[in-house]
C-alpha cells in the first residue's frame, strides 16, 4: 500500500483549523473519517495482480539511435486500472519518460512504449515493471514489481563509414575496375597489352613479343584473397577517454572500416580482441555478413582494467592464420613499458608477417604544447611534449623493424589506416 500526497495534504487542510479550536472529539472524528475514506479508496483501486504484462523488446540498436520499448498491460479484472507504469531501464537507456500514466478499463489491453536514446555501448537491461493502481479518490494506491527481463543490445555506430566509398574508389583503381588505370600496381599476372610510353621496360614479355610485331608488356593487379588479422586491444590502455571517448571505441571504428573495405578488397578478415584472454572473435570462415557479425562481437566489449599479455598474441595469430599475413595490432603507444611488449612482439611477428601497428592519439596533448601563458601551462606544455616525443620515439623504433605506424587523432585514424592498407596493397606487400 502508498500514501498518495493527496492524502496527506487531505489531512493538513482538516486539521489545520483545529490548531486554533482544540477539539480532541472532533479531531479523532475527522482522522476516522479520513482512515475510512483511506481504506474505501485502497479496496476500489484495481488489484496489481490482476494485470498481465508482456514485453516486445527492441532487439538491436546503435548507439545515440531511438529504440523503443514496449509493454503491453493485460487488465483481467472487473475494475479499471489507473495508475502508473514505471519500466525499470537503467539509466544509460536514455529512457526519456520511465513513469508513465496509463488507465486499463476492465477486460482490455493497453500498449505502454518506452522511448529509448541509448548513451553508452553494450547489453542494457530493464528487470521489472512496477506498477502503482490509484483509488477513484487518488488517496491511496496499490503497488507491485513485477519481474519482466527486457534487454536491448546497443551496436557500435561506425561513424566512419562515411569514408568507405572514397577508399573503395581507390581499390577499384587499384583492380582496374575504375576509368584509372594504374600500371604496374600489384603482383599477380592480369592480362597482356601493347606497350606505351610511360610503362616499366621490366614488365615487357619478351616471348610474346617475340611472336607479334609489337612490344608487349605484361599488367598486373593487385593480391586477392590474402589474409588480414585485426587485433584490439582491451586492456586497461583502452580504457583512456580521448575526446570523450574510450580509446576502445575508437579502436573499434578503425577496424570496422578497416575489415570492410579489406572484405570489398577480397581479402579474408579475421578480428579478436585480447588482454589476457580473448574477449571477442570473429572468423574469415563464418557464414553471413562480416559487418553484421563484427559490431555484433565488439558490442559487449568493455576495457579490463589488467595489462596486456603481449607472450600470447603470437600463438593467437598462429591459431587463425599459419601462412602470411597482414596483422593489424590496435593498441596504444604509450601505455606500460613497449620495450617489454609491443617492439618484442612486432620483432617476433615481422619474421613472418607484415605488421601494422595503430594507436590513437590524444588531442590535448598537441593543444597543451601550444599553450604557455602562465608558469603552470608551462609545466603543463613540458610534460605534453615529453609525452609526444616518447611516442615518436616508439613508432621510429617500431619502423626501424620493418612495421608500419599510424599514429592519429580519433577522427583521423580510421581513415588513415584505411590508406595504410591500401598502400600496402598497392606496393605488393600483402
Do not use: C
Not at 592519429?408 to 584505411?418: F, S, T, V
Request: hydrophobic share 45%; aromatic share 4%.
Amino acid at each position: 500500500m502508498a500514501i498518495t500526497g493527496r492524502f496527506v495534504l487531505l489531512v493538513f487542510a482538516a486539521l489545520a483549523p483545529l490548531v486554533l479550536f482544540p477539539s480532541w472529539g472532533t479531531v479523532l472524528i475527522l482522522l476516522a473519517v479520513l482512515l475510512a475514506l483511506l481504506l474505501a479508496d485502497l479496496v476500489l483501486a484495481a488489484s496489481p495482480t490482476a494485470l498481465s504484462l508482456e514485453r516486445k523488446d527492441p532487439g538491436n540498436v546503435t548507439l545515440h539511435s531511438d529504440a523503443e520499448s514496449v509493454v503491453l498491460l493485460g487488465n483481467g479484472g472487473t475494475r479499471t486500472f489507473r495508475g502508473l507504469v514505471r519500466d525499470g531501464w537503467q539509466p544509460s537507456a536514455g529512457n526519456a519518460a520511465p513513469i508513465q500514466r496509463v488507465t486499463v478499463p476492465a477486460g482490455e489491453r493497453r500498449r505502454v512504449a518506452a522511448r529509448l536514446r541509448p548513451t553508452r555501448r553494450g547489453d542494457l537491461t530493464s528487470p521489472h515493471v512496477t506498477l502503482r493502481s490509484f483509488g477513484p479518490l487518488g488517496l491511496a494506491a496499490r503497488q507491485r514489481t513485477v519481474p519482466l527481463p527486457g534487454r536491448v543490445r546497443v551496436l557500435p555506430p561506425f561513424n566512419s563509414k562515411r569514408h568507405l566509398p572514397s577508399k573503395l574508389r581507390k581499390l577499384r583503381e587499384l583492380d582496374g575496375k575504375a576509368a584509372v588505370q594504374i600500371r604496374g600496381a600489384g603482383t599477380e599476372f592480369d592480362s597482356l597489352r601493347d606497350y606505351v610510353r610511360g610503362d616499366d621496360v621490366r614488365s615487357i614479355d619478351w616471348r610474346a613479343t617475340a611472336r607479334r610485331t609489337a612490344v608487349v608488356v605484361r599488367t598486373w593487379r593487385p593480391e586477392r584473397d590474402r589474409r588480414v588479422v585485426i587485433m584490439l586491444d582491451t586492456s586497461r590502455t583502452a580504457a583512456a577517454r580521448i575526446e570523450d571517448e574510450p580509446r576502445l571505441d575508437t579502436g573499434m571504428e578503425a577496424a570496422l572500416l578497416l575489415a570492410v573495405l579489406a572484405e570489398r578488397g577480397g581479402d579474408r578478415v579475421d578480428f579478436f580482441a585480447f588482454d589476457r584472454r580473448v574477449r571477442g572473435r570473429v572468423d574469415s570462415a563464418a557464414k553471413g555478413n562480416l559487418l553484421g557479425s563484427l559490431v555484433q562481437a565488439m558490442a559487449p566489449l568493455e576495457a579490463e582494467l589488467i595489462e596486456m599479455d603481449w607472450g600470447q598474441v603470437p600463438a593467437e595469430v598462429r591459431a587463425i592464420s599459419a601462412h602470411r599475413s597482414l596483422v593489424v595490432l590496435l593498441t596504444s603507444l604509450d601505455g606500460g613499458a613497449p620495450e617489454e611488449g609491443l617492439i618484442p612482439l612486432v620483432a617476433q611477428l615481422l619474421r613472418q608477417h607484415v605488421v601494422l601497428v595503430a594507436s590513437v592519439r590524444d588531442p590535448l596533448l598537441g593543444r597543451m604544447k601550444e599553450d604557455r601563458t602562465t608558469a603552470s601551462q608551462v609545466f603543463r606544455a613540458s610534460a605534453a611534449e615529453r609525452a609526444l616525443l616518447d611516442r615518436e620515439a616508439v613508432s621510429t623504433h617500431l619502423r626501424q623493424l620493418g612495421a608500419e605506424v599510424v599514429d592519429a587523432e580519433p577522427l583521423d585514424l580510421p581513415p588513415r589506416l584505411a590508406d595504410a592498407y591500401i598502400r600496402l596493397k598497392a606496393a605488393g606487400r600483402l
